[in-house]
């Protein structure tokens, strides 16, 4: 268990790298874009820093020195590197505004809110997020209780990430298990995770990282509508998908990256959006526009893209689309200029995990086997978990739509579901066809062309021919073009009226109470712990911006967070013990426990063991592995299998090798486990590992829960004695 003195170094390990970074992200930002200020200023310096950290993260995890003293030192020597750099012929020849003079005097001067944002509507913006912070803070206070719960995140977010830890390199593939090849997937988000097991020495900041991408939406969606004076109203369209279930019940707490990719590509999208009504001071006359969006602005969007593409590879479509936005809005004898200042940003933000594919299996993308007849290299499986069928498959199946995709839309966006879809789709078409100025056009093409790409998404109506069960869970691929489309519901010309934006922002606000259930969360045993996050993370920040806004004193304002961030750090151990106490204990009621599959005494026994080697077998182990690295992270986990070509790892088939591999792999204990059975969960495929495992005495058995059992490893297995076991795998089929 951490003490305090662990903890308090772990805080001024964070605080030291999200300091120096965040101070260096808003000097390169006020040297390249000096004139940009407010928002749209805080929302380039956030994507900045992150890409510093992912830089300064992949560069070091390339020649094995990912160590928090590392990412510390590299932190402090970028910024004296920003400190020490002159402000060069770009900013010279942009001076600041008076406005950003005054305030490097040291004294704020009040700012009025935009047009169309009075204070009542943005009362109503606070609201909404308060809504969605408590909705999630419930699901975050859950994981506390018990430990992180998502599949996915137990899965391979989290072991990704306690790889890099413990390796503490970047250029590994992570084989988590033999049936899918999700080693292959871009892990900036699990890299992030990696960072804050490093400096702190827990997984608990992955609880809650998720988060820190809740606030970048918001900040996002406030800039796409601040142009219009819509901030507010866009705020809370967003938050409408955002608190949905398909969201609520998968990104707090838990290590899952779809925030992560949507939140970016929003910022994308903001920061375009602002870049060219800046270049265009009159949208309605093109002929006016000057070269200003052609230079750092598309660099700051296209980082923003790019790390979104190395976050998750289903967002590639949208971010493929902004691109082509991108270039379509530069001015027509720039474009090549502007290809280059936004694909090269965005090659450096997402490319890292693409490369390393393409030098470990000969294909960037390894899921893409074929472009049309010509066969790339790709990984095959001698076994696999379910077909991945996509969306359109089943296009004129009035069955499945009936009792699979209707049933999964409104588990995932609620009982208003065809509002909430619809709506975000009637406004990209809007958009399209008669958006209010030419970028409104793009980003209603772009949000159109998102939504028709996730229907052709493999696994996106995963399951058996008939059988699309996975469609509910993976419904979340929607989410990034969704978001982009309701984002444009409050920007047409209908709503320019000041009293139809009133009556439009108490629908957005009413659908968001209805169709997301909040008022569930009222009833939550975990709504204290709820109000109190609210309490730090939404009111107290917002009074803080309006005694800004009314003109408080820097001084008080950076007291006034001060303390906030110590409430916070003083909060945050008790948090943390709690958290430590409860991680994985399966003590409470059995419903509770987790991961089920029978691993729930594995899971309990892993939590007392430290710095050993454990072996897993059997996909329901594999798929589960990230409760056996053990409360402080130190235990090595491997899963046993069979590498092949172009990064392939199966099933190892006989006694003989699996016998062999044990030995090699020099383990403390190993874990044998059924084969999870994706079609049906609770009738587990039998897999032979336990089996093999016979008449050896150099293992002995610990415990036993089903058909799982974790066996002590005291010595060597002869792989000779196998005899009549040694038959060729043949529990497992290829397709279940």
Request: glycine share 10%.
């Amino acid at each position: 268990m951490a003490d305090f003195g662990s903890y308090l170094l772990g805080a001024v390990q964070l605080a030291l790298v999200a300091l120096s970074l965040g101070y260096s992200s808003y000097l390169l930002r006020r040297k390249l874009l000096p004139t940009w200020q407010g928002a749209p200023a805080r929302l380039v310096e956030i994507v900045v820093a992150v890409a510093l950290l992912t830089w300064i993260a992949q560069l070091l995890g390339t020649v094995s020195l990912l160590y928090a003293g590392a990412l510390v030192g590299a932190g402090l020597l970028v910024l004296g590197a920003i400190v020490l750099w002159p402000a060069g012929p770009v900013a010279a020849g942009d001076p600041p505004p008076p406005a950003v003079a005054k305030a490097s005097s040291g004294v704020v001067p009040p700012a009025a809110p935009p047009a169309g944002e009075g204070v009542w509507t943005l009362t109503v913006m606070v609201g909404a997020i308060a809504v969605v912070v408590g909705q999630w803070a419930i699901t975050a206070k859950h994981a506390l209780d018990r430990g992180i719960f998502n599949f996915d995140s137990l899965w391979y977010h989290q072991p990704f990430a306690a790889e890099m830890a413990q390796t503490h390199s970047t250029t590994g593939l992570a084989k988590v298990e033999t049936v899918f090849a999700n080693w292959f997937y871009p892990q900036g988000s699990e890299l992030l995770h990696a960072v804050g097991m490093l400096l702190i020495g827990r997984d608990t900041l992955s609880l809650f990282l998720n988060f820190g991408w809740l606030g970048v939406a918001f900040l996002a969606a406030w800039c796409i509508g601040r142009p219009y004076g819509r901030g507010s109203l866009v705020v809370v369209a967003t938050a409408i998908v955002l608190a949905s279930h398909t969201i609520v019940v998968r990104a707090p707490g838990a290590a899952k990256n779809d925030v992560m990719a949507a939140a970016l590509l929003l910022a994308g999208i903001a920061i375009l959006l602002t870049a060219w009504h800046r270049a265009v001071p009159n949208p309605r006359n093109t002929s006016e526009r000057n070269r200003g969006m052609v230079g750092w602005p598309l660099a700051a969007a296209g980082l923003a893209v790019g790390l979104a593409a190395g976050t998750k590879v289903t967002v590639l479509a949208l971010a493929a689309a902004l691109s082509v936005a991108a270039i379509a809005l530069s001015p027509a004898g720039r474009r090549r200029a502007a290809a280059a200042w936004w694909f090269v940003p965005a090659l450096l933000g997402g490319g890292y995990w693409y490369l390393r594919n393409l030098i470990a299996a000969g294909n960037p993308i390894p899921e893409i086997e074929r472009l049309g007849p010509i066969s790339l290299p790709h990984p095959e499986h001698l076994q696999t978990g379910r077909p991945d069928f996509s969306v359109v498959h089943y296009a004129t199946e009035t069955g499945v739509w009936s009792e699979y995709f209707g049933p999964g839309l409104h588990d995932a966006f609620g009982a208003l579901w065809p509002l909430v879809v619809g709506g975000a789709a009637l406004a990209a078409l809007v958009a399209l066809v008669r958006g209010r100025d030419r970028a409104v056009r793009w980003i209603g093409a772009t949000a159109l062309f998102g939504m028709a790409a996730y229907l052709f998404t493999p696994l996106s109506a995963a399951g058996a021919e008939g059988e699309p069960v996975a469609f509910g869970i993976n419904v979340r691929f929607l989410v990034p073009a969704l978001l982009a489309g309701i984002a444009l519901v409050p920007l047409p010309r209908l709503f320019d009226p000041p009293a139809r934006r009133w009556v439009l922002v108490a629908a957005l606000f009413a659908v968001l109470l209805v169709t997301d259930r909040a008022d569930l969360a009222a009833r939550d045993g975990a709504r204290t712990f709820a109000a109190l996050v609210v309490l730090l993370a939404v009111l107290v920040p917002a009074a803080l911006l309006v005694a800004r806004e009314r003109g408080a004193g820097r001084g008080a304002l950076a007291g006034g967070f001060a303390a906030l961030a110590l409430a916070v750090l003083v909060l945050g151990y008790p948090a943390q013990r709690h958290y430590l106490e409860q991680r994985f204990a399966n003590d409470g009621p059995r419903r509770e426990w987790i991961p089920g599959m029978d691993l729930d005494a594995a899971y309990r026994w892993a939590r007392g063991v430290e710095d050993a080697r454990i072996g897993l077998v059997g996909t329901s182990a594999g798929f589960a592995g990230y409760g056996f690295y053990g409360a402080d992270l130190s235990n090595r986990v491997v899963y046993l299998g069979q590498p092949g070509p172009h990064g392939a790892f199966n099933a190892i088939p006989t006694c003989d090798r699996f016998r062999a591999a044990v030995d090699d792999a020099d383990l403390d204990y190993l874990v044998t486990a059924p084969f999870l059975n994706f079609l049906h969960p609770s009738d587990p495929i039998s897999s032979p590992e336990a089996r093999w495992l016979r008449g050896s005495d150099a293992v002995e058995p610990l415990l036993r829960e089903g058909p799982v059992t974790v066996w002590r490893v005291g010595g060597k297995l002869d792989p000779a004695a196998c005899g009549a076991a040694n038959a060729p795998l043949r529990e497992v089929p290829k397709t279940p």
